[in-house]
């Protein structure tokens, strides 16, 4: 990696994410310390963790697949560190075990729900998907920016909240958040409400709606509901929360 400008004028800070590639996967050496100046731009807890990663490959056998297999698991933790905050970093510094520790930071990092079985793989991998799905569809918003979005008060996003008209999702450490896909270019989604309060009045967790809106199902072509909303078919999103009403009870 270049350290010098263009002109010869001062050197440019690295892109962390380039020097982490560079390590993980920089076939002319990939477990090479970074050192130099470009270690020395790196955040110090990403200084740690290229440290901690570099050893962890250096204890694989001298297997290829085997180190190759590893790579993307270890620059997953490096993303995973850098989304931490300094709360976050602490609280998984604290946990008693390492499996511990990587559920302290997935909760921090990510939108999970708080109450997930991690002893149930087929519920973790439904857990991350979901996640990532969030993330896709514009992440988490606070209630301050659900109301600017609305031209509303945080109260009114509040009551609108209680009788089912968002979803707001419980997260770990930071309260309450509103998924963002639920929300269209100005104000909510088309069509959301009457799907939305019916699975509200029928008991539905937010976390269960969450998943019910985003998740495809067989009687919508293997279409999720969010999506069908988009296409204006409300009747048959309808249908869809008529029937998972009628499963929850």
Same mark, same amino acid.
């Given at each position: 990696m270049s350290t010098g400008a263009p002109g010869g004028g001062a050197a440019a800070p690295p892109?962390?994410?380039? &020097?982490?590639?560079? &390590?993980?996967?920089?076939?002319?050496?990939?477990? @090479?310390?970074?050192?130099?100046?470009?270690?020395?731009?790196?955040?110090?807890?990403?200084?740690?963790?290229? @440290?901690?990663?570099? #050893?962890?490959?250096?204890?694989?056998?001298a297997d290829p697949s085997a180190q190759a297999a590893a790579v993307p698991l270890l620059a997953a933790t490096l993303d995973l560190v850098e989304r931490l905050d300094p709360a976050g970093l602490r609280a998984a510094h604290a946990a008693p075990t390492p499996a511990a520790a990587l559920r302290v930071a997935l909760l921090r990092a990510l939108p999970l729900d708080p109450a997930l079985d991690w002893a149930d793989p087929a519920a973790v991998t439904a857990a991350l998907a979901l996640a990532a799905t969030i993330e896709r569809e514009g992440?988490?918003?606070?209630?301050?920016?659900?109301?600017?979005?609305?031209?509303?008060?945080?109260?009114? &996003?509040?009551a609108r909240t209680r009788r089912g008209r968002l979803v707001a999702l419980p997260i770990a450490a930071r309260g309450r958040r509103y998924p963002a896909w639920q929300f269209a270019n100005r104000g909510v989604?088309?069509?959301?409400?009457?799907?939305? #309060?019916?699975?509200?009045?029928?008991?539905?967790?937010?976390?269960?709606?969450?998943? +019910? +809106?985003?998740?495809? @199902?067989?009687d919508l072509a293997g279409r999720d509901p969010r999506?069908?909303?988009?296409?204006?078919e409300r009747v048959a999103v309808v249908q869809a929360a008529r029937q998972e009403r009628a499963r929850a009870r």
């Open positions: 892109d962390a994410g380039q &020097v982490v590639l560079r &390590v993980l996967v920089d076939p002319a050496g990939p477990w @090479r310390a970074v050192r130099g100046p470009a270690a020395a731009t790196l955040p110090p807890v990403l200084r740690r963790a290229l @440290r901690a990663a570099e #050893a962890c490959l250096a204890a694989l056998p992440g988490l918003w606070d209630i301050d920016r659900v109301a600017r979005h609305l031209g509303v008060t945080p109260a009114t &996003v509040r989604l088309p069509d959301l409400a009457e799907s939305l #309060a019916m699975l509200h009045g029928a008991g539905l967790q937010p976390w269960a709606q969450c998943r +019910f +809106f985003l998740t495809a @199902r067989d999506t069908v909303l988009l296409t204006g």
